[in-house]
């Protein structure tokens, strides 16, 4: 699949007052930095970058960022946003080598009914909505499947018992929740009613 192009603006001044003119034309400030390289200040428009990042990568897609007329093989590795409109007020683009590994964090996302979990009353819960993953950019996951189907109420998915596709490798503690069931007090008393009651009934008289 081909990259997604996007064109930065560089020669911006920094400092607030700058950013805020920056925004007000729709653009939004921020930088690109890699190894190798001294940082760029930059600033793109907020609709072109709407339209590169608008496939099923999101985040984690792979951008030609094009700057002075270079272009740089980039990702956002960061974005700020405003406390309360939650726009995107700054950008972080990291350049990247196509064969060197990063870390990135890729979404969870649940798949399946975890049909014993419902009928006790519970619900199946992501612990997590990403997970951190080190790998080339050429084998990066869109997102990280996980199936439910066959979840009970005493079940908790770990970090160490995701399946993740070839050449990549979680990061962090092996034992992190990732996938866990909640249940209800009135679910767990109406899935206890039954067998209290039969523990409950006198023998037959024989």
Known sequence: MANAALTAETGR?????????????????????????SPISVAVARRELRVALSGAAGTNTIIDL?????????????MQRHPVRR?????????????EEIVVSVPVNLT???????????????????????????????????????????????????????????????DMPVVTVLTTRAGTEAAAAPAEAAAGEAPAAS
């Open 13 to 37: 001044s920094t400092g607030s007052a700058s950013s805020r003119r920056l925004r007000a034309e729709d653009k939004i400030p921020g930088v690109l930095y890699g190894h190798g390289m």
């Open 66 to 78: 094009k700057v002075d007329g270079k272009v740089y093989p980039a990702i956002v590795k960061e």
């Open 87 to 99: 726009t995107v007020s700054h950008i972080d683009f990291q350049q990247i080598s196509m064969n």
């Open 112 to 174: 399946g009914t975890a049909k014993a979990v419902v009928s006790e009353g519970g619900l199946v819960d992501a612990a997590v909505d990403s997970i951190e993953v080190r790998t080339t950019p050429g084998n990066m996951p869109n997102e990280i499947l996980i199936d439910i189907t066959n979840m009970t109420v005493h079940d908790i998915v770990r970090l160490a018992d995701v399946a993740l596709p070839k050449g990549v490798v979680a990061v962090g503690d092996p």
